[in-house]
């Protein structure tokens, strides 16, 4: 029997109870059925339930509550379940407790079973389940630091990048981006200029700008080539075909494009005032040649890139051509694309070109130049060439040649008319090739000033047949005589007495076969025949100046050698050379070698002056009046690609004052319906009376000596 609780007045479930009007009564028997005393009816609630019953029904009651709460609570306050689950379901079963009725205390009703039926064992009573406890939430201190630690650790990281950003990899960053936004802008060196032996500009470079387009910045090809066209000259449809854009090596689109080079400042003002997008000028240079077509044939011309194409402009471009420089700059965006004020900016600077100072002497030169005109306009000649050169330097004191062309617009000349003739001009120089055979016969001692021998009217050399034009009939007659009427035949047998081998060798010695080095592009070194090419027929028409390929330059530096005392010097067209800072500067010295002696270069001038002097003599068109002259007339042909062409080339080769030369002056004229031998001899006196005048040179003290032709 279980123990009675020390608390008469609680029953089971703690509640109090008062006495029971069946209390008073006898107990029931022992053995009879519902027979538990007090301690059984503790068991049974006032309804006949149990009390763990009644608990459980509790906490069926306050979860459905719950889960009603929860419902309503989904379309009114979103928190409330969360509040529930924090203070662990306390609030919703007070609420359903509120809810409730409150029940009546009634007194305990005992319900007794019917006397024998057997009573109904008490049910197990099941403990208590406990409400689950609430779930741990964190702590809202600790997840706070946490946050702000990593937030401190992000700011940190990204802090410490920027500073690498902006102070280590700044440079490499800006100059992976910089290529494309750098303009270049090229500088162009000025070139140098090209001065006569005074210093007179024959040809230099004035300021002009350049006139360029950036594709990119175009926005309208059409109409930007439109509003360029009157300005430039240059059809438009040429200029938008500039302005077209392309790629450059690397793949970066080209952003400078020359439309027009060497234009008028004013004029390009006036471009730039248009303020077309893209479009811009510069500094820029144009060659200017001041004399038009003097020494044109000489001094050739450039590019609008300033190069040298022809002539000295082309022997020396790497001279006067200077070092380009240029100017590479950041610019913004932007119609304008300005340069960035404190951005990237590197110059390079330009070296300007060094300028030559050359012999030529302007006002000679002129005067040359006209006298060849006039006198091959006289007799419809095709190709002049006229040289004058200072016999102790070798210096080319002018240079002309017909016909010419103006330099300054080299592009509207034909090609023919911009050779240098008297470099390029290939030629049989004729009878004036007999003062070689002379001289070196002279030199040899084969034959002397006195010497005299009889002259038929021809001689066979070979197949070929040689007369002379002045008929000696077999007479004797003097070498002065034979020079003064040009005698092939008399020429012929002192050749035959010099021999082949010596005649070769002193061709050479006065230069001919390789080129005078004089600093003119394309100049030809003409030929002389080797011996072993010698036919029977060489044997006469080599020592009268026929198969033999010579240059007018080389036939007058031969001269020269006869006017020096017999020492050869090559002629030489640049005197100095000027640097930008004014240093001059001396090329190298020409090539000098002794040809003949003193003695015999002397004897030789004597013989030539025959020439100028004699009654019907070859060259007496040739005298100056009040100077000896020494020189030779010839008669030859002219040759292309080793072939003889139509007419004759007339030429004329003297020197003056003859008893001490001052100068030579070389006059060759080809003439296709002949007449040559008109127009060299007065060429010649013409020049040569200027130049002894120019220089101031005084006549002659002497007369030339009386001249005997013939002997018996």
């Known amino acids: 029997m279980p123990p009675r609780s020390d608390d008469p007045r609680r029953d089971a479930t703690g509640s109090r109870r008062g006495p029971s009007r069946a209390e008073g009564t006898a107990d029931p028997r022992p053995g009879e059925p519902g027979g538990g005393g007090i ?41 409330r379940p969360a509040l529930q689950v924090l203070d662990g379901g306390r609030a919703g079963a007070a609420r359903a407790a509120r809810r409730e009725p409150p029940s009546r205390r009634s007194g305990v009703v005992r319900n007794v079973p019917e006397r024998g039926a057997r009573e109904e064992p008490p049910p197990r009573r099941r403990p208590a389940r406990r409400p689950p406890k609430p779930p741990r939430l964190a702590d809202p201190g600790r997840r706070l630091r946490l946050g702000t630690a ?57 300021e002009a700008s350049y006139v360029y387009a950036d594709p990119t910045q175009i926005k309208d090809r059409t109409a930007t080539a439109k509003a360029l066209s009157p300005l430039l000259g240059i059809p438009a449809s040429a200029l938008a075909e500039k302005m077209k854009s392309r790629m450059l090596p690397g793949g970066i689109e080209s952003q400078f494009e020359y439309l027009a080079r060497g234009v008028d400042v004013d004029r390009a003002k006036q471009i730039l005032a248009l303020k077309l997008p893209g ?211 008399g020429t012929i047998a002192i050749a035959d007495m010099l021999g082949r081998d010596r005649l070769i060798d002193y061709q050479k010695r006065f230069g001919l076969g390789e080129p005078t080095g004089v600093g003119v592009p394309g100049e030809a070194s003409g030929r002389v025949l080797p011996a072993d090419e010698w036919s029977g027929s060489s044997y006469g028409s080599v020592p009268i100046g ?84 020494a020189g030779k007339t010839g008669t030859g042909s002219r040759l292309v690609d080793g072939r003889q062409q139509p007419g004759e080339v007339a030429s004329f080769i003297g020197m003056a004052p003859a008893e001490e030369p001052r100068y030579v002056i070389a006059v060759f004229a080809h003439t296709p319906a002949g007449g040559g031998g008109d127009i060299a001899a007065p060429a010649f006196r013409d020049m040569m009376q200027f130049a002894l005048r120019h220089y101031r040179v005084p006549p002659s003290a002497t007369a030339a000596p009386n001249f005997e032709v013939f002997l018996p």
Request: hydrophobic share 40%; glycine share 8%.
């Open 39 to 79: 301690s059984g009816a503790r068991a049974y609630t006032p309804r006949g339930r149990t009390i763990g019953q009644d608990r459980l029904d509790d906490a069926r009651a306050a979860r459905a509550e719950q889960r009603r709460v929860s419902r309503g609570s989904r379309s009114g306050d979103p928190f």
């Open 150 to 206: 990593l937030t401190l650790t992000l700011f940190a990281v990204i802090g410490i990048r920027l500073v690498g950003l902006q102070a280590v990899e700044s440079s490499a960053y800006a100059d992976a981006g910089l290529p494309d936004r750098l303009r270049t802008v090229k500088l162009p060196a000025p070139r140098g200029a090209i001065y006569d032996r005074s210093g007179a500009a024959l040809v230099h470079s004035v």
């Open 279 to 489: 479009i811009n000028i510069h500094r820029d240079e144009r060659r200017e040649v001041p004399g038009g077509d003097l020494a044109a044939n000489l001094l050739g011309f450039t590019s609008v890139d300033m190069n040298g194409l022809e002539g000295l402009e082309a022997r020396y471009d790497d001279v006067l051509r200077g070092v380009d420089g240029k100017r590479v700059y950041e610019v913004g965006l932007g119609d304008t694309a300005a340069a960035i004020p404190g951005g990237y900016s590197e110059t390079t600077r330009a070296e300007p070109g060094r300028s030559l100072q050359l012999t030529i002497d302007r006002d000679l030169q002129y005067m040359v130049q006209v006298l060849l005109k006039k006198r091959m306009e006289q007799v419809k000649g095709s190709t002049g060439a006229a040289i004058v050169l200072e016999v102790d330097t070798g210096e080319v004191l002018a240079q002309a040649a017909y016909p010419t062309y103006d330099a300054a617009k080299p592009v509207e000349s034909d090609p023919a008319d911009r050779e240098d003739v008297a470099t390029s001009f290939v030629v049989d120089p004729g009878s004036v090739h007999k003062a070689i055979t002379f001289g070196a016969a002279l030199q040899e001692g084969v034959v002397t000033p006195d010497t005299t021998l009889p002259v038929p009217n021809t001689v066979r050399k070979g197949d070929t047949p040689f007369t002379d034009s002045h008929k000696a009939h077999g007479r004797r007659m003097s070498l002065a005589g034979m020079m003064a009427y040009s005698s092939n035949v």
């Open 546 to 629: 026929h198969s033999v390929d010579a240059t007018p330059l080389q036939m007058a530096a031969a001269f020269a050698a006869i006017a020096n005392d017999g020492t050869y010097v090559a002629p030489r067209l640049v005197k100095e050379i000027i640097g930008p800072d004014g240093e001059r500067t001396k090329p190298d010295p020409p090539t000098r070698r002794s040809v003949l002696s003193p003695d015999t270069a002397a004897e030789l001038r004597t013989i030539l002056e025959a020439v100028t002097t004699v009654d019907q003599a070859t060259g007496l068109a040739a005298a100056v009046p009040e100077y000896r002259v």
